[in-house]
């Protein structure tokens, strides 16, 4: 459970995640999901990817009188397209080579809810005459078929893009837009509402794990978290805190660990690594015979007091071969313990802070592979 200390309570209102917050962005949104969802207004929302476009159109669906009928969503970009079509409008029996049986479209089985198009903004400029002839007859005709058919489903879209460059390029129909974007919602970055994020923290971790995996974050974890832009927006804090329930469970987390979660690159991977490695080979037993003190080394000279940290390669991982990933971590550590005690001549306390681990950290793990000091 996310600590009470630190963060507010989600209010029980607020079902979806990307809608937590009480920033006065997240505030206007609520605020017009409130007024148009009585109505029958078509909706546009936009906004950047993973900021949630989709759980705005749930919300208004779920406060609309439509709310017991279905909610059908579907990504025009995915789709392709000579199959928009079909997907959208349906088709009848022998209408093309594979039509073997009748298929309603989106459009007639949400008749009476509320049908979702992400990313309205790439849909082709063939299917944009289509679709627009049906927001304005209100009917359909399948594929294969020269009967139209009444339907009474809500259209609520959404797109990324930036919808005025794309109309005066003349790839997105202003008329089409027109008749999609009779009320607008603009749902921010989360970079814009970077307040919100203490209360989506405290959201994720009480919802992605049980309490016993769920991480500790403290108020210098808080606030490197507040310091990230978070380009992926919700979706990439809510992936932060999965990742961090299952590397971290149960333990607290600083802002080292923060910046290792939020940044990916190799460079910074350390924490990462070095908890993969404790969690899938445990340490084995110290060898009696080795002594835990470093002795000095013999005619060689002493390491940096803080040397450079050693690079992290990974060896390549082929599409055609089954991954053991255990044999792979444990011949990377045991590939970078020996270079580092090569590097540091020897001498167990400069390779550890080489590798970045406790002394008696390293010495388990050199009996655990054999290897021995220099000398």
Not at 9 to 15: G, K, T
Not at 24 to 33: K, N, P, Q, T
Not at 202 to 224: K, N
Not at 276 to 302: F, K
Request: glycine share 6%; charged share 25%; proline share 8%.
């Amino acid at each position: 459970m996310a600590s009470a200390a630190f963060l507010e309570v989600v209010p029980e209102r607020l079902s979806a995640p990307e809608l937590v917050g009480d920033s006065d962005a997240m505030r206007e949104v609520r605020a017009l999901i409130g007024m148009v969802a009585p109505t029958d207004a078509t909706v546009l929302v936009t906004g950047p990817s993973g900021s949630g476009k989709e759980l705005v159109a749930r919300a208004i669906h779920d406060r609309s009188r439509r709310s017991a009928r279905a909610f059908s969503a579907m990504n025009c970009g995915a789709v392709p397209a000579d199959l928009l079509e079909s997907e959208l409008f349906g088709h009848e029996r022998g209408a093309f080579t594979g039509a073997v049986a009748q298929v309603k479209g989106r459009f007639e089985s949400t008749s009476g809810g509320t049908l979702f198009l992400d990313e309205i903004g790439d849909m082709p400029g063939v299917m944009q005459v289509k679709l627009l002839r049906v927001l304005e007859e209100r009917t359909v005709t399948r594929v294969g078929s020269r009967n139209p058919i009444p339907i009474d489903t809500r259209i609520v879209s959404a797109t990324h893009r930036d919808i005025d460059s794309a109309i005066r390029q003349q790839s997105f129909r202003e008329d089409l837009f027109y008749r999609l974007a009779v009320f607008p919602i603009h749902l921010p970055s989360l970079a814009e509402r970077i307040e919100d994020v203490p209360q989506l923290l405290a959201y994720f971790l009480d919802t992605l794990a049980p309490s016993a995996r769920a991480f500790r974050p403290t108020g210098e974890a808080i606030a490197q978290m507040m310091q990230h832009h978070w380009p992926g927006n919700v979706r990439e804090l809510r992936n932060f805190v999965e990742r961090g329930c299952i590397l971290h469970a149960g333990k607290t987390v600083g802002a080292a660990e923060v910046d290792a979660l939020v940044h990916r690159g190799l460079p910074r991977r350390r924490i990462e690594q070095q908890a993969l490695w404790e969690a899938i080979s445990p340490p084995a037993p110290l060898d009696a015979a080795m002594p835990v003190a470093a002795p000095a080394p013999i005619d060689l000279p002493i390491a940096p007091a803080s040397p450079a940290p050693l690079p992290l390669p990974l060896p390549p991982v082929h599409a055609s071969e089954p991954v053991d990933l255990k044999s792979i971590v444990a011949e990377v550590e045991h590939d970078h313990i020996r270079r580092a005690l090569d590097q540091a001549n020897g001498v167990v306390a400069d390779a550890a802070r080489l590798l970045s681990l406790q002394r008696t950290t390293l010495i388990e793990k050199m009996n655990k592979y054999g290897l021995r000091k220099a000398g």
